[in-house]
């Protein structure tokens, strides 16, 4: 049974690790504008359909163009959950770990597969939010969509800040919203990932921090 779970428990992470990268070459080929009808297109497309193609459905159109990215947030988190949960009853098999423990094991690699998200979101938002500070400075045209869809994504976090902040000739809000996202993960969300990982490592199994 011990050996079962943890095979389980491999096949699971290389699995998600191969969907993954399956996830990232398809964006890569979507920027060179390949021939739909290319059997690797096809074989790309109809991996991702499930995932990616089911969240450009249901986002928002302003976030169609990160279905990508959310998917692989999805892939990130079960890549950390389900390996982590497997990994967990192969050691209460073993009695490496006791049967008391494993709740605990498991809600630990759940929140540690959340706080890994979160993570990548704030950094995200983060890279938005700077990349939106030089656009200004080049006065984009909102008639890109690009530029527009990134507008429409940091706007909630820097209006607020833009209305107490006295008029200036260069807009500083996007560096303001970057550093309270850098505080938050700081302050909140490396604590929670540092405390999940603690809560996850009850038994003796592999590190559930790689993700990549």
């Not at 790309?44 to 450009?56: A, K, S």
């Not at 700077?130 to 994504?153: D, K």
């Amino acid at each position: 049974m011990t050996n079962a779970l943890t095979f389980l428990a491999t096949l699971s992470e290389w699995g998600l690790t191969i969907y993954e990268w399956i996830i990232i070459i398809a964006i890569l080929v979507t920027w060179v504008g390949p021939d739909p009808r290319n059997p690797i297109v096809q074989f790309l497309r109809n991996m991702t359909e499930p995932v990616w193609g089911r969240l450009q459905v249901v986002l928002p159109s302003a976030l169609k163009l990160f279905a990508a990215y959310i998917a692989l947030l999805c892939v990130w988190f079960l890549k950390i959950f389900v390996p982590g949960t497997l990994r967990g009853f192969a050691a209460v098999s073993a009695r490496q770990l006791g049967m008391g423990q494993l709740p605990e094991v498991i809600v630990g690699f759940f929140l540690l597969g959340l706080g890994v998200v979160a993570q990548s979101l704030l950094f995200f938002l983060m890279l938005l939010l700077l990349i939106w500070f030089f656009l200004t400075l080049l006065s984009p045209s909102v008639n890109n969509p690009i530029v527009r869809t990134i507008f429409v994504l940091v706007d909630p976090f820097i209006t607020p800040i833009q209305r107490r902040l006295p008029r200036q000739r260069i807009d500083i809000s996007p560096l303001l919203a970057a550093g309270v996202f850098l505080l938050l993960n700081l302050l909140v969300v490396a604590p929670l990932v540092q405390m999940a990982a603690g809560m996850a490592q009850g038994g003796h199994f592999a590190s559930p921090l790689r993700v990549f």
